[in-house]
């Protein structure tokens, strides 16, 4: 459901009633409401089950709503409510999603963004400005300055280097904004919501660069997280996908630690040949096995994977570059 930003962003209304203060076992961490606060900013529901007083935030805070109704996200904050209610919901191991899963997460959004546009739903200069904040975030490291002690050392450029430097403090800020812990339940609509968010308040920037909307982070009227960043996706699709990007991303680094543990198991297989065991088919006793085969099966998977994932040869290239005899 997408949030209603004209009623977040009307006449300031009376103040809510307060609550009593309560102890939290939890460090104090800026981007995570108290129970306390965050009943209070709840309001009272009405019928719909909606908030029907608007909170007046607190200095260096705004308010956001959504269908559980009004809370307050720190002003300076790419996210939305609905990542401060994940914040809030989920404290549970106060770790931040690994970069990688972030980068993947960024990819699918902009892949989406760039398809929505080319069937003619998403307006491209919302589109467009959605993969410019996604480009911000996958943007690659400055690569280092090769030195040569042959040749004279040329003059850095001052210009250039401020550039680069405020590309990378915009592309850490930005993803140090994804605060979703990643032990989560919901089967990653939160992480989903989070990446939905900072792109459409990135975007909003960035649209005002080009005088257009108000520049706001949570003007959702502008650029909306649901209806622009997550137009035509589901979580059930979008979070597997970023899962697997994310495991492409990063498998040549576990590869020779892959190559440790088919060793392990068949080392295994080996101690265990003789041990015989009741195998199992769909949760029942089944024929009996051997231990060690198990452990086989276990190496011969892991193998089979590791030889698919291998890049092949390009054969074409190889036989262009071939010598003539």
Known sequence: MAIDSARTNRAPCRAPPKAPRSRSRHRHDPHRLRPAEAARQLGHSGRSGHSRICPTPRPGFRIEKDPLGYLEVPDAAYYGVQTARGIHNFPISGTLPHRALVRAIVQVKKAAARANMATGRLPKQLGNAIVD??????QPAEPAAESDELEPRRPSDPMRAAFAAARAAKQAELIDNFRIDPFQAGAGTSHNMNANEVLANRAIELLHAQGVGSG????????????????????????????????????????????????AFEAKAREFDDVIKSGRTHMQDAVPIRLGQEFAAYALTLRRGSIAWRPRPNRSASRTSAPRP
């Open 133 to 138: 904040a996604a480009d911000e975030i996958l």
């Open 216 to 263: 706001k982070r949570g003007d959702y009227s502008i650029v909306s997280p649901n209806d622009h960043v997550n137009m035509a996706q589901s979580t059930n699709d979008v979070f597997p996908t970023a899962m697997r990007i994310a495991t492409l991303d990063l498998i040549r680094d576990f590869m020779p630690a892959a190559g440790e543990l088919i060793a």
